[in-house]
């Protein structure tokens, strides 16, 4: 699924999201250039859901909790053999959805590899706008 959107139309996919996540245990993992969206899409995500939190990159904190069952994480500043060593992999463990800024395919291989309900959403930047490319 493709979709192109300006910031303003961000709730379409929220909302997209929203409907083919319900009642599911997955990881989402976003790849975006810096400054492409991976961040305000969960903010729009998270909105969609009628919770009220402040949506920031956990770039320095690693993991934020939204509710009890929306988890946020961005490996940015972190190797996935760091990850891996500071035992987040078994995060992915807890029931809910987990969105993972710059997860890379190694990430994505040992998930499929472990089980785990993998969709990749791809963030590219077309002028004013993104293209959002879903591969469940």
């Not at 909302?15 to 996540?21: D, M, Q, V």
């Not at 490996?75 to 987040?88: I, P």
Request: net charge negative; hydrophobic share 40%.
């Amino acid at each position: 699924m493709e979709f192109l959107l300006s910031e303003n139309e961000l709730e379409k996919i929220a909302l997209y999201l929203k409907n083919i996540l319900e009642n599911r245990d997955c990881v989402v993992i976003l790849r975006g250039d810096l400054a492409s969206g991976k961040t305000t899409l969960v903010k729009h995500f998270v909105k969609s859901l009628d919770l009220n939190y402040t949506v920031n990159s956990p770039t320095f904190s690693l993991q934020v909790v939204y509710g009890s069952d929306i988890y946020h994480y961005d490996l940015y500043n972190k190797s996935l053999e760091d990850f891996m060593a500071l035992g987040m992999l078994e995060e992915f463990e807890k029931k809910g959805l987990h969105f993972v800024e710059w997860g890379s395919e190694k990430l994505e291989n040992i998930l499929n590899d472990y089980g785990f309900d993998v969709i990749v959403l791809n963030i590219y930047k077309k002028d004013s706008k993104r293209l959002y490319k879903i591969d469940e």
